[in-house]
């Protein structure tokens, strides 16, 4: 059994920073692909950001230059520096990961975390 875990959301004012933070444990073989997302109320879940097993990112243009993804393969974690944070970045911020385990057989699984609440304030 395979979990992702969000940390660091919270409420912060416009202009300021967060860091969030996405561990995964269990049978974990090898982990791919790692990558968040984002929902605000009333819109679609987005991709942000992402960063491949050998380190390349991709960023939303609307995050580009404020959110920095990176990746400690050691601790299974993605991180999620935003700065510069605007209200407009108010979402539920959820983290997913290809995930393959000893019992996957070498195929890799797309997993979720819960997510993590980041409110910006005017």
């Known amino acids: 059994q395979v979990q992702l875990v969000e940390s660091g959301g919270g409420l912060v004012q416009a202009g300021g920073s967060l860091r969030l933070s996405c561990a995964a444990s269990?049978?974990?073989?090898?982990?791919?692909?790692m990558a968040w997302y984002r929902q605000a109320p009333g819109k679609q879940r987005e991709l942000i950001a992402e960063?491949?097993?050998?380190?390349?990112?991709t960023y939303a243009d609307s995050v580009k230059g404020r959110f920095t993804i990176s990746r400690d393969n050691g601790k299974n974690t993605v991180y999620l520096q935003m700065n510069s944070l605007k209200p407009e970045d108010t979402a539920v911020y959820y983290c997913?990961?290809?995930?393959?385990?000893?019992?996957?057989?070498?195929?890799?699984?797309?997993?979720w975390g819960q997510g993590t609440q980041v409110t910006v304030s005017s």
């Open positions: 960063i491949t097993s050998g380190g390349s990112t």
């Open positions: 997913n990961a290809d995930i393959a385990t000893y019992r996957s057989g070498g195929n890799f699984i797309r997993y």
């Open positions: 269990g049978s974990i073989f090898s982990i791919n692909r």
